[in-house]
């Protein structure tokens, strides 16, 4: 399974970072976590290109994970790819609808599958998939994901507080790819910062691969190793930031 970060930013742009977006491809199918601004750019510039995604799963419907939807779903449509699978927490349906209502002409041009995620497990692009929801300002939902066909499983906490049971979700999985917004000096609800995040992961009880940092608002720049040594004083995995363009292959954790 190969892991691309597309967007590793926030609803606040930094001119360095996308919105959020995480590619997953496995020999089975091609998986769009997330759609934020800047996310279409950055698939164009993949080998798979957004003609080659066969669904796309959102957290949740905040801007900065859906803003650039509709125009993936223009795009898709000029460049003959009419067939797209859109799953998400409950409400995305409707919330598609109402995207494409906004914009007349777009109404009737792709062959949409759209999926509320309701039931515990679900199937969708060659993964099989888990959801927990966790703790932000509107629904939002993190997914444990691993090819159908079998391997290693990720884990993306969708925009959450940190909390052991998060952590406990993801046991086992090779990659854990966890909000991390706000250094510590920041007060802030709805997302962890360094200390609070190497909190959860020494209290769950999970054996995790590589943790990587995602969601980083303009206040972490230039900050990440001292967030990186706050963080070890609670947790010693391997710990690292996501970054725009990295393409990692997961293995076994």
Not at 49 to 71: I, K, M, Q, R
Not at 173 to 194: E, G, R
Not at 231 to 241: H, K, S, T
Request: charged fraction near 20%; aromatic fraction near 6%; hydrophobic fraction near 40%.
């Amino acid at each position: 399974m190969r892991l691309t970060f597309l967007g590793t930013g926030s609803a606040m742009p930094t001119g360095r970072r996308a919105q959020s977006g995480t590619l997953l491809e496995t020999d089975g199918g091609t998986l769009l976590v997330d759609c934020g601004s800047g996310v279409l750019d950055a698939l164009a510039r993949t080998d798979t290109g957004y003609e080659g995604v066969d669904a796309v799963l959102l957290t949740h419907h905040h801007l900065d994970h859906v803003s650039d939807l509709d125009v993936l779903m223009k795009a898709r449509w000029l460049a003959g790819e009419t067939d797209l699978t859109i799953a998400g927490p409950p409400g995305t349906a409707d919330l598609v609808a109402d995207l494409l209502s906004v914009h007349g002409y777009m109404q009737d041009r792709l062959d949409l599958r759209l999926v509320d995620v309701e039931a515990s497990t679900f199937s969708l692009a060659g993964f099989d998939g888990e959801w927990l929801e966790t703790r932000h300002s509107m629904q939002c939902f993190a997914y444990r994901l691993a090819p159908s066909a079998g391997g290693p499983a990720v884990a993306l906490s969708g925009d959450s507080e940190a909390f052991p049971e998060l952590v406990e979700f993801a046991d086992g999985a090779a990659v854990l790819v966890h909000d991390c917004s706000f250094p510590d000096d920041v007060d802030v609800s709805n997302h962890p910062t360094p200390t609070s995040l190497g909190r959860a992961l020494a209290e769950a009880a999970a054996d995790l691969g590589r943790v990587y940092l995602n969601h980083l608002y303009p206040h972490t720049e230039g900050r990440h190793e001292e967030m990186l040594a706050s963080l070890a004083e609670q947790y010693d995995g391997d710990v690292r930031f996501a970054e725009d363009g990295l393409s990692i292959t997961v293995d076994e954790a």
